[in-house]
């Protein structure tokens, strides 16, 4: 590796502005600030909701009925 081209590594902390949780790590940075972590995240806390495409399929569905029905008359 070259001398003098490459960012100092830090040791940083990383804080939540969330749930205002906070760990270390290493990076080039000396803080780092993130909107979610792993301990507010819906995702690892189990708090996960699934979203259904409401009705997309229904929809679908509905329309093939209709040009099936028309065809048959």
Not at 1 to 8: L, R, T
Not at 25 to 45: A, M, Q, R
Request: proline letters at 3%; a positive charge; charged letters at 25%.
């Amino acid at each position: 590796m070259k001398k003098g081209i490459h960012p100092a590594y830090h040791h940083c902390v990383v804080t939540c502005t969330s749930c205002g949780s906070t760990f270390e790590t290493g990076s080039t940075l000396k803080e780092i600030k993130v909107d979610t972590c792993s301990n507010c995240h819906p995702f690892y806390t189990g708090k996960q909701r699934t979203v259904r495409a409401d009705g997309r399929i229904d929809r679908f569905n509905r329309k093939l009925a209709k040009v099936q029905e028309n065809q048959g008359k």
